[in-house]
């Protein structure tokens, strides 16, 4: 064998491994695609069921603050009084905001 094929040889052996490299390396890829796909499927479902535990909470919240407990109606009017004038200083802040 010449010193040129030797050199050739080398060079096919080297062009292989460079490409059954390239192949495990594009599998990898595609696998952590996957894996990222499905990570961001997980994170918005778990956003989702945040969102809707924090609107239960807040559900409960306001029904707790209009219950009428002992005929404290009274009280009961004070509270919704206040509910409405957050609610009304919400609107009024998000209608400042579109603007």
């Given amino acids: 064998m010449t010193a040129n094929e030797k050199t050739l040889a080398t060079f096919e052996t080297r062009i292989r491994q460079m490409i059954l490299r390239f192949q495990d390396l594009k599998q990898e890829n595609a696998s952590l695609y ?6 961001e499927a997980d994170l918005a479902d778990l956003r989702a069921k945040l969102l809707q535990g924090q609107n239960d909470y807040q559900s409960l919240k306001m029904a707790k603050m209009i219950e009428i407990t002992d005929g404290d109606l009274s009280g009961a009017k004070e509270r919704l009084s206040r509910l409405i004038r957050e609610v009304n200083k919400c609107i009024a802040i998000l209608s400042d905001e579109n603007q």
């Fill in 34 to 39: 996957e894996q990222l796909k499905k990570n």
